[in-house]
């Protein structure tokens, strides 16, 4: 892969005003928009700036890529995740917010939004596993780089303030907001949820006839558990940490089952009733059902794979399992 190139296209902030709160890689939306999937598109920054590339910007100004990817990450924390501080009436500890929509004029945050969840003001619960996900994993790697290098952004401590603090909420909001068995539905507010009933106290069902389940969500929530949990413990934290760990255990171990693993050799999925864009239609609904089910995607089928890799290297005693290790 020609890295200079692809960063490139992945790492453009928006120029003026908005810069005011720091700074993020806008989404394909505009530069009014800051989704919070990209967290994990961080990753290509900081293997980037691993191989020695920089940004090349306007007159020929060289950027540094891991202080690009740092700002974007202080950014996704600051506003797509919220910690029950007030920012609306909403505001709860680990909700996050698919989209965040600032003022390209003063660079002012204006308000959250949802492309793919229900609203702005629910959670999104595969825009949830994002940030749950990338959070820990970007603690992993400052783990491995020298204070100078984290220099260019700020200290040891201010980075792995923020990280620790996003990664610690929006895995709590899961834990809370999902069934016991770790698998949630698509949105945390989505609008037929009340008729489930007591459903947080139960399995998850995906065979219901009110609102979907979404197994993608869940397969990539497991693996920012399992990475929180590890690093906690780690650092010492073994009550925390192991609370973290058996919980994306649990995720794991319903995935890998029935009816959520495929046992048929006639789909050419691996995990079953995921969930792509719901509000825009776009998930299949199998006749007889009145709510999508079934089917697999990319998002869910790649990152089972990855957690069960993940998990498999630690049970073997094997080399722990990162994405900056592949420069080496």
Known sequence: MNWPSKCRVQCRLPAGPISKNGGFIHSFNG?????????????????????????????????????????????????????????????????????????????????????????????WTRGLAWAMCGFPEELELIDTLSDDELSVYGTRDEITSFMLKAAQATCDFYIDHT??????????????????????????????????????????????????GHYLQHKGKDEKGKRYFQAGLTVLDTLLEEPYLSTSNSHQGILLHSIYHRPNGWDYIPEGSKIPQGESSMWGDYHILEAALYVQRLAKGEPYYTFYKCTE
């Open 31 to 123: 530069p009014q928009s800051l989704f919070v999937d990209t967290i994990r598109s961080c990753r290509a920054l900081v293997v980037s700036h691993q191989l020695g590339h920089t940004l090349q910007s306007e007159n020929d100004v060289r950027i540094n890529l891991l202080k690009r990817a740092l700002q974007h990450m202080k950014a996704t924390a600051d506003y797509s995740v919220f910690y029950g501080e007030g920012r609306d009436i909403y505001d709860a500890w680990g909700r996050t917010a698919h989209e965040c929509i600032f003022n390209t004029r003063d660079g002012n945050y204006r308000c959250p939004n949802s492309q793919q969840g229900y609203t702005g003001f629910s959670t």
């Open 179 to 228: 069934p016991i068995d770790g698998i949630p539905y698509w949105d945390t507010g989505a609008p037929n949820l009340y008729k489930l009933g007591n459903y947080l106290d139960n399995p998850s069902v995906p065979y219901n006839d009110y609102e979907p389940i979404d197994s993608s969500a869940a397969a990539i929530a497991a693996q920012g558990l399992l990475r929180l």
